[in-house]
């Protein structure tokens, strides 16, 4: 059963805004938050943020912060990432993943649960 899944991605041109979107169909009380990677082509998995269920405290990765943003809607299990000015660089899949612990970093053996992926492709 697909407990994470995304959706929001598209084609857009450099400067544009997205935003996506990850239902965590399977959230309990006791889960910690949601975070969000992603993987360019020919590159590995990288952090880019993430936010607690219960305080809505986020962190985001030095190379999209100050254009993306992270919030969450607990009521409809959801947690969103906001891209804005995007660039060219910014052109990879989006994961959404579920921490094992109370933690989210940059490791992602941190995280027990995947969504398949929502493309985001940024370019003129």
């Known amino acids: 059963q697909v407990r994470l899944v995304e959706s929001g991605g598209g084609s857009v041109q450099p400067g544009d805004s997205l935003r996506l979107s990850c239902v965590d169909s399977?959230?309990?009380?006791?889960?910690?938050?949601i975070a969000w990677f992603r993987q360019a082509p020919g590159k590995e998995r990288e952090f880019v943020g993430g936010i607690t269920w219960i305080y809505g405290r986020s962190v985001l990765a030095d190379s999209v912060r100050g254009r993306f943003r992270i919030s969450r809607d607990n009521a409809e299990k959801t947690v969103y990432l906001h891209l804005s000015t995007l660039r060219p660089d910014d052109t990879a899949v989006y994961y959404c993943?579920?921490?094992?612990?109370?933690?989210?970093?940059?490791?992602?053996?941190?995280?027990?649960?995947w969504g398949q992926g929502t493309h985001v492709t940024v370019s003129s």
């Open positions: 399977g959230r309990t009380s006791s889960d910690y938050g």
């Open positions: 993943a579920r921490p094992r612990r109370a933690f989210i970093g940059a490791d992602i053996n941190d995280y027990d649960e």
